[in-house]
């Protein structure tokens, strides 16, 4: 009788799926017909669960990977680099042993095929394709991750002529976990939630992470976002390889909703970018019908060419494709824990693993069976821009800051690591205005083997198939950098313009001008770093001014509003040890920190009330509401390059009095705020408080009588066209997907402060529009009269944006309100608007209260 019961409840728990969920051995995954080297050890063996019955952690993940290493013969394995929070990243090779002993030269081979004078050398009918596996570049979109332990098992363990001949005849580069620190935290959440009878229902705790959530890095940062810019060391480390290898296909497995089922790309054909060749996409998808058959094989639902696109290229999928590569998405209806009810029955975490997995050796098999195709695909891509940048009128782009190094340094920076070659002039270059020189500028030629990637980067686009975009649709690099910059047509240019080819990127130094001084110091502020440096000089104690007004030095010298005095009289440190703290100051951040001799100065002296004491920040970051990037690249602006204390705020303390200790808060989304939480905010501000809000926060705090900002009124056209399944894509077509627009700054405010010149491109994503303010002198910046550079924009919108406010401040008390309409820190590669966030936060509090009115 009880052997009985107990086989019905086995019966019953299976039935429900109780117990069963998670519990799939290899079996369940694994081809039937393959056999496997039992000297290979399973991931069950190593890890200590089945795979799909918990989340695999990294370290365990890691863990397995290197006794494959260690055991298989087909495996090597190497660390590229290491996370924010200094988890390993690790690439595995693999490919047939006796590939393996000469791997180095079919690196060097491949990579040569990307040079258009040297690939014809290389017979193609004998060289490897390469394929690069990356997974779960979004923490918690974890089936990706899970499926590289099968997939690293599966290449190290199946036997077979046809394994044997595959292994022969590729090189797969497998990165298991694109994002360590995200999948990492997400493992841990979805872990620690799991109950012993797996609870399905969505509303569980389980499938609700707390904030930020696993999605992103450390300093919660999409990652799958910075293939381009590089501003995350995962990135850098990655693209690296990347670049190394040159792979013929890189894929990227993702996560999506849960009620969704699975996409493989081509993504929606007329959402291409137009620098993609029309044959990357049709390989795409000769490719999809492998993983088609291989999903049909499995009884899986899918779909393609629909939801997702390949125009930024800045994803994963998509950054292959201006590399002579093919980029693939995949996407997986996510269980966002171990099993949940969907529209399509109890989506169970195994289930997404399968997927990923045949999807992966579909990847595979196209690869080998595409070879020769793919490899003559990527040789003659390279051949072909040669002839392309040959029938460009662009020549070559020419780009400066003038009076601030670091920024185009950095533009400089990214270049290097993207192996686009750059030299500095041969002699000075004058154009639209400008002088070029060796000291101070870049010169990129567009005859080179990266010739669509520097397009991609430098281009100016507005004309567009497609009104929809998946990402955002601008992004020049020169603009998001503020820098000084020309396009060169064959007037313009010539080779012999071009001086010695940077390959020794050094970051600039400055120094301080005239020597020890007993008198004082000034620097200005158009340096990148000097609020980095201002900031350093308060935490010794140092006392120092801001300049309000111009002023001429002893040596003829003009020194620009926002320009920083530090006094030598009656300082923490003595005169010699202020001198050598300056030095180091000049050399870190790249300023020209000059020594004054005299307070007798032109214009205003040193001793006038213009110049006006400056307070040390204490910054607060709210979190734990809306959106978390946007706050990630505040916290990462201020702790990484600035070098600045940040405390991030949970929101629930806001109404308490632990404000009191800031006299910044940022906030970069709206707040769930209680009326009396609302008023002790007013309260911190109206005591001399400065409260900035970035983007939709901007809203917010007009809502909530924080600012008096009104909303543009935009007329957008009627819908007498529009069919009811248009309707969807009608509304997203009035949203601004993300571009580059031009706005004019009030100079002579402290907002401006730094900036040389009143044009200054920003980044603005969405459709929040604010009136100006009657006070002229509240509106620290509005958009121009033409204010489109480079993105996609409805008519509607285009023209609501025209005079609107884009920097506001408005007073409450004897605090500030400064409202920045579009995110001067997006994805941490716009530097030129760094500055609005850095003066908001240096000079909010010395704001004339009536300007704010």
């Known amino acids: 009788m009880k052997t009985k019961l107990a086989g019905l409840l086995c019966v019953f728990y299976i039935c429900t799926g109780f117990q069963a969920f998670g519990q799939k051995n290899l079996d369940y995954y694994l081809p039937q017909n393959i056999s496997f080297n039992p000297a290979i050890p399973t991931p069950e063996s190593v890890i200590g669960h089945k795979v799909g019955e918990w989340h695999i952690t990294h370290d365990k993940l890691v863990l397995y990977m290197r006794e494959l290493a260690k055991i298989s013969d087909r495996i090597t394995l190497e660390e590229i680099g290491r996370t924010h929070e200094g988890r390993p990243q690790v690439l595995l090779t693999i490919t047939h042993p006796t590939n393996q002993l000469g791997i180095d030269k079919i690196r060097s081979d491949h990579a040569w095929l990307t040079y258009p004078n040297e690939a014809d050398k290389f017979d193609i009918k004998k060289m490897p394709v390469v394929t690069y596996m990356g997974f779960s570049i979004h923490g918690n979109e974890p089936s990706g991750s ?49 109950s012993k009878r797996v609870n399905p229902d969505p509303m569980d705790r389980e499938y609700s992470e707390a904030w930020p959530g696993g999605r992103t890095n450390h300093y919660w940062f999409d990652l799958n976002r910075d293939w381009l810019p590089l501003q995350q060391p995962e990135s850098r480390n990655r693209v690296a390889k990347y670049h190394q290898w040159k792979p013929n296909i890189l894929t990227d497995h993702h996560e999506m909703g849960t009620n969704s089922t699975f996409f493989f790309q081509p993504g ?68 966002r824990g171990h099993a949940q009810e969907s529209d399509n029955g109890i989506l169970e975490f195994p289930f997404t693993i399968k997927n990923q997995f045949n999807t992966a050796l579909s990847t595979w098999k196209a690869a080998v069976e595409m070879r020769v195709e793919l490899l003559d695909y990527q040789r003659d891509f390279y051949k072909r821009v040669l002839r392309e940048a040959d029938n460009d009128n662009v020549k070559a782009y020419i780009f400066k800051a003038e009076k601030d190094p670091a920024r185009a340094f950095h533009l400089a920076e990214i270049l290097d690591a993207q192996e686009i070659d750059f030299y500095r002039p041969s002699r000075e270059i004058k154009l639209n205005d400008e002088s070029y020189n060796q000291d101070n500028a870049y010169i990129v030629p567009l005859k080179q083997r990266n010739y669509k990637l520097i397009k ?93 007004s111009k002023f001429i030095g002893s040596d003829e010298k003009e020194f620009d509003r926002g320009s920083i005095l530090v006094p030598v009289a009656n300082q923490a440190l003595s005169e010699t040890e202020l001198f050598y703290e300056l030095q180091q100051i000049a050399e870190n951040d790249a300023l020209q920190i000059h020594a004054m001799n005299t307070g007798l100065t032109g214009g205003v002296s040193l001793g006038s009330n213009t110049f006006i004491n400056l307070e040390k920040p204490e910054v607060a970051l709210i979190v734990e509401a809306d959106n978390s990037y946007d706050a990630g690249e505040v916290w990462h602006l201020l702790d990484t390059r600035m070098n600045m204390l940040v405390t991030k705020l949970p929101e629930s303390r806001v109404g308490s009095n632990a404000i009191d200790r800031y006299n910044t808060i940022i906030i970069t989304g709206g707040l769930d705020l209680s009326e009396r939480e609302t008023d002790n905010l007013k309260r911190w501000i109206s005591n001399g408080g400065t409260l900035v809000g970035i983007g939709s926060a901007v809203e917010w705090m007009a809502r909530n009588k924080l600012s008096d900002l009104k909303a543009v009124e935009v007329e957008y056209p009627g819908t007498e066209d529009i069919t009811y399944d248009q309707i969807n894509n009608y509304a997203r077509s009035q949203y601004i997907p993300g571009g580059v627009y031009m706005s004019e700054l009030q100079l002579s405010h402290p907002m401006a402060f730094g900036y040389y010149r009143e044009e200054l491109p920003v980044f603005k994503r969405g459709t929040i529009l604010i009136e100006p303010s009657e006070s002229k002198f509240a509106n620290a910046a509005v958009y121009a009269e033409e204010p489109l550079i480079s993105g996609w924009i409805s008519d509607a919108n285009l023209e609501a944006m025209k005079g609107a406010s884009s920097v506001r401040v408005s007073s409450i008390g004897r605090g500030r309100v400064v409202s920045l309409v579009d995110n001067p820190n997006f994805r941490a590669f716009w530097y030129g608007t760094n500055k609005l966030m850095m003066n908001a936060i240096f000079f909010g509090r010395i704001i004339n209260g009536y300007s704010a009115r």
């Open 146 to 194: 899970n499926a590289s332990l099968l997939v690293a098992y599966y290449m190290a363990a199946a036997q077979g002529s046809e394994v044997e001949n595959m292994l022969r005849n590729s090189v797969i580069l497998l990165d298991p976990s694109f994002n360590p620190d995200g999948l990492n935290r997400f493992a841990t959440w979805a872990n620690m939630h799991k």
């Open 268 to 335: 929606v054909p007329q959402r291409t970018h137009p620098l993609t060749p029309e044959l990357n996409q049709e390989l795409t998808q000769k490719i999809g019908n492998y993983h088609a058959a291989a999903l049909d094989s499995i009884g899986s639902l899918y779909f393609t060419e629909e939801g997702y696109d390949d125009f930024y290229y800045g994803k994963g999928s998509t950054f292959p494709d201006i590399n002579g590569g093919i980029g693939i998405l995949f996407e997986q209806a996510s269980s």
């Open 456 to 548: 991609a980067m430098f281009e100016k686009r507005t004309e567009f198939q497609d009104s929809l975009f998946y990402d955002i649709s601008g992004w020049t690099y020169p603009a998001a950098f503020n820098l000084e910059y020309a396009e060169m047509s064959s007037r313009d240019y010539s080779r012999n313009q071009l001086g010695g080819k940077v390959d020794n990127l050094q970051f600039p130094k400055g120094q301080v001008v005239g020597g020890q001084s007993n008198y004082a110091y000034v620097f200005e502020w158009h340096g990148y770093y000097a609020p980095r440096a201002a900031n350093r000089l308060l935490e010794k104690g140092i006392r120092i001014k801001v300049a309000t």
